[in-house]
């Protein structure tokens, strides 16, 4: 797919979600909150219920690492917290679950939210990075960057491209900004990964597994970015299995069994 297209396609959408702001719920202090958290997942006999009952909240600037062995159910409150799934409504028995679940994002109760709706404020407030950089290969690094700016379309293509290319710079690629994503380092990748998350200027960064699949090096280099960004004001949330990773973080949740078993302040940071 062409750059153009992906420019041309992103307007499109752009005016389609342009109406959901007149319905989004005023904003409250909180950034993400999750009341009586359900997912339940597959169907029948092969249902498993992996969140069961979770509460939580996360403030401006914060810096919060989620632990817990696979299978605790942190990767599935991620991408709840973010928007990227809705909870489930009904148990296995089939009874609803009361109170009803629900994911606020910046205050916006996203069960009142259609899918373009919620599309439009999670691309407006959330940034994501993923284990895996999901770049595309045919772009560079500076288009890759730029691609949720097209698609949200609050800068044109110029100004798009002059702040991807500040966020590359800043993030030590400033040489590779033309260089396409299929001839980056694996390290260098995750780099690309983490400026395109934050091309919106998100208020929260949620991050899954980010250094996963780095050697212990470049995981080092994103342990620093993340301290960095952080120390600026920026909100994360973190997925990990890197203890020395997530007690970097200023707040540590550990998981067990779908639900939240310790939620704890790291050396009194905040």
Do not use: W
Not at 53 to 73: P, T
Not at 192 to 201: K, M, P
């Amino acid at each position: 797919m062409a750059l153009i297209d992906v420019m041309e396609k992103a307007e499109s959408e752009k005016r389609q979600a342009a109406t959901a702001v007149a319905v989004v719920s005023a904003p409250s202090k909180a950034l993400l909150e999750a009341h009586n958290l359900h997912r339940l997942l597959g169907t029948g006999d092969a249902a498993a219920h992996i969140l069961q009952g979770v509460d939580l909240r996360i403030d401006q600037r914060e810096y919060v690492s989620i632990v817990g062995a696979s299978g605790s159910g942190k990767s599935t409150l991620l991408y709840l917290l973010g928007g990227l799934d809705r909870p489930s409504k009904s148990g296995i028995d089939g009874q609803p679950f009361n109170p009803p679940s629900t994911i606020c994002i910046a205050g916006h109760n996203t069960a009142e939210l259609s899918d373009a709706e919620l599309a439009l404020v999670r691309n407006e407030k959330v940034g994501f990075v993923f284990q895996f950089h999901y770049l595309l290969k045919e772009f560079t690094a500076q288009e890759n960057v730029a691609l949720p700016m097209f698609k949200l379309a609050r800068l044109n293509r110029s100004e798009a491209m002059d702040r991807a290319a500040a966020l590359l710079k800043r993030l030590g690629l400033n040489d590779k900004l033309r260089r396409r994503a299929n001839r980056l380092s694996g390290g260098e990748q995750q780099r690309v990964a983490i400026a395109r998350a934050l091309a919106n200027e998100p208020q929260v960064l949620l991050a899954d597994e980010p250094t996963g699949n780095l050697d212990r090096r470049n995981g080092e280099l994103v342990a620093d970015i993340f301290a960095e960004l952080h120390h600026g004001g920026q909100a994360i949330v973190m997925v990990t299995h890197d203890i020395a990773l997530a007690n970097r973080a200023a707040r540590k949740i550990t998981m067990e069994d779908g639900q939240v078993i310790a939620d704890e302040m790291m050396n009194g940071r905040r």
